[in-house]
C-alpha cells in the first residue's frame, strides 16, 4: 500500500483533491457499515475514518452524535470495530484509519489497541483529544509508532503557533486540520480566514493537509481545494442515511454524492 503521500501527490498531479470519507462503526448496523464502506471505496473514496462510537464524541456535532448513540444501542463495541476493520481491510485497498476517543482506547489499553489495530489492518489513528502534552504520561504516540500505526494530529483555528509546533513535531502522513470553530457538521462563520489560517498551519508542518467539518457538498470541496489537499466528509453521509427509507436507498445516494465530490 502505497503512503498517504504518495497516493496524494499522485492525485494532485490529476488537478483534484483527496477525498476521505468517515463513517460510525455499527450505524445504521454492523452489516451496513461493512457495504457502505466497500461503495465508498468503489464511488471514489481516497481513505475512510472508522469511527469507534463513543458516548461523549466532543469534537463531534449532533449527526455523528446521534449515529454514536445508535451504534451504541446496538451493543456494538471496540472488539466489534476491530472485527468491521478486519474485515473490510481484507477486501479493500485504499487506506482506513481507526477514528476515536481516547478515553476508549485507555480502557481498552494503549498498548493491546494499537498491536490489535495494526494486525486488523488499521492504516492510523485519529485521536483528536490526546494531545502531544500528555505522551509522557500516556504513550499512545510510541505505541502507535512500535506497532506501525500512523497517529494523526487534529489542529484548529484556536491552535496556537506553539501548539502546532508540538503537534507538527509528532505528526504522521498528514495533519488533520478543523475548518473553523465548532463540532462536525456545523458551517457557522465556516471559513472566514481559512486562507490565513492554513497558511499558518503549513508554515509549521510539511506534510498534507486534511481538511474537515462544515464540507457538505461540492461547493465546499471547490473553496477548500486551493489550499488543502485532503477534503473530510463524515456529518453529510450521516445526514443521507438518516433521511433515507431504507439502508439499500441510503447507499445508493451516498454513491451518488461521493461521485458528486469526486468530479
Avoid at 486540520?177 to 458551517?187: E, L, N, P, Q
Amino acid at each position: 500500500m502505497e503512503t498517504i503521500k504518495q497516493q496524494v501527490s499522485k492525485i494532485k498531479n490529476s488537478n483534484t483533491i483527496a477525498l476521505m470519507t468517515h463513517v460510525v462503526v455499527g450505524y445504521p448496523d454492523i452489516a451496513s457499515t461493512i457495504e457502505l464502506v466497500k461503495a465508498m471505496e468503489q464511488a471514489g473514496s481516497d481513505y475512510v475514518e472508522l469511527q469507534i462510537p463513543f458516548s461523549d464524541p466532543i469534537a463531534d456535532g449532533p449527526m455523528i452524535m446521534q449515529a454514536c448513540d445508535t451504534a451504541l444501542k446496538n451493543g456494538v463495541t471496540v472488539d466489534d470495530c476491530l472485527k468491521v476493520m478486519e474485515t473490510l481491510s481484507s477486501q479493500i485497498s485504499i487506506p482506513l484509519f481507526f477514528m476515536g476517543y481516547y478515553n476508549t482506547v485507555f480502557q481498552f489499553g494503549v498498548e493491546k489497541f494499537c498491536k490489535e489495530a495494526k494486525a486488523v489492518g488499521a492504516y492510523g489513528l485519529i485521536i483528536p483529544d490526546m494531545p502531544p502534552d500528555e505522551e509522557q504520561h500516556e504513550h499512545i504516540i510510541k505505541a502507535a509508532r512500535v506497532h506501525g500505526l500512523a497517529q494523526i494530529r487534529v489542529v484548529s483555528p484556536a491552535s496556537s503557533n506553539h501548539r502546532l509546533k508540538i503537534n507538527a513535531q509528532v505528526a504522521d502522513e498528514f495533519v488533520y486540520c478543523v475548518s473553523h470553530y465548532g463540532v462536525t457538521g456545523s458551517t457557522s462563520a465556516g471559513k472566514i480566514g481559512l486562507e490565513s489560517y492554513l497558511k499558518r498551519v503549513k508554515k509549521y508542518f510539511k506534510i498534507p493537509i486534511a481538511l474537515g467539518f462544515g464540507v457538505s457538498g461540492k461547493e465546499d470541496v471547490y473553496q477548500v481545494a486551493p489550499f488543502a489537499d485532503i477534503v473530510v466528509v463524515g456529518s453529510a453521509i450521516i445526514r443521507i442515511i438518516e433521511k433515507s427509507p431504507s439502508n439499500e436507498r441510503a447507499l445508493e445516494e451516498i454513491i451518488r454524492f461521493i461521485r458528486s465530490l469526486r468530479a
